[in-house]
């Protein structure tokens, strides 16, 4: 199967522990999403990266998270000195452009469950 | 900014019925793209159906059509001849770019249960 792959798929960590989630989007993909999704709620866009470049942060990623894509492959997202609030799942998607005025749907991962104690 | 509003928190339809899901959308940008996605009980988001905001025909991929109605920022998802396997949490979403290719922004969700 070639479609979005994240490690790992469950976290569970203590307060103040630092956590790292990778993603491996399709192998073509140029743009990858990083979302989190609380419970009951739809995803909320973090950053994403089109190859290597961060194009854009959410004002949602404090400075405790960061996140990398170093050679425009996968990427990973890092969040340091965790809190219950963290305690999420945490999406990663990726998509390319497409010429001829095609559109682009974003292919999601199944996502990385983190809960902090 | 970008906002979708989906009203309907949850809904039950019986089995080979028809279902509508709600959505509302706003923004100021005057291009734009409409994504359906349905998350299973599993958790990953499955691409359903798409609208640019541009296009003159309303969507459809085979059981699954939307219903634009661009004058009242509406993008409704209809699912025709509902399977049991149609249960699950449908998301409206919205990207700034025509073509999808930037961040989407998400609705709350509606959770379809298909009733035999």
């Known amino acids: 199967d070639t479609g979005v792959s994240q490690n790992p798929r469950h976290k569970i960590t203590k307060r103040g522990q630092n956590v790292t989630f990778r993603c491996d989007p399709i192998?073509?993909?140029?743009?990858l999403y990083w979302y989190r999704q609380t419970l009951g709620q739809g995803p909320e866009f973090l950053t994403y990266?089109?190859?290597?470049?961060?194009?854009?942060k959410s004002r949602l990623l404090s400075d405790r998270f960061s996140a990398e894509r170093p050679k425009g492959s996968f990427s990973t997202l890092e969040i340091q000195r965790t809190e219950q609030g963290d305690s999420a799942m945490y999406l990663c998607?990726?998509?390319?452009?497409?010429?001829?005025?095609?559109?682009?749907?974003?292919?999601f991962g199944p996502g990385t469950r983190l809960t902090v104690l | 900014a970008q906002k979708i509003t989906q009203t309907q928190p949850g809904m039950f339809v019986q089995e080979k019925e028809a279902v509508t899901l709600d959505c509302t959308y706003d923004?100021?940008?005057?291009?734009?793209?409409l994504f359906w996605y349905k998350q299973p009980s599993s958790g990953e988001m499955i691409f359903l159906i798409y609208?640019?905001?541009?296009?003159?025909q309303n969507a459809t991929e085979g059981r699954y059509s939307l219903n634009f109605q661009k004058a009242r920022k509406s993008a409704n998802l209809v699912i025709s001849a509902s399977q049991l396997g149609d249960s699950a949490m449908y998301f409206c979403?919205?990207?700034?770019?025509?073509?999808?290719?930037?961040?989407?922004?998400f609705g709350t969700g509606t959770r379809l249960t298909i009733i035999p």
């Open positions: 609208q640019g905001s541009y296009d003159q």
């Open positions: 990266f089109q190859n290597e470049a961060q194009l854009e």
């Open positions: 923004t100021s940008d005057p291009s734009y793209g």
């Open positions: 192998s073509e993909h140029n743009r």
């Open positions: 998607a990726s998509s390319s452009r497409l010429s001829g005025g095609s559109y682009n749907e974003q292919f």
């Open positions: 979403a919205m990207s700034r770019a025509f073509f999808g290719n930037e961040k989407l922004t």
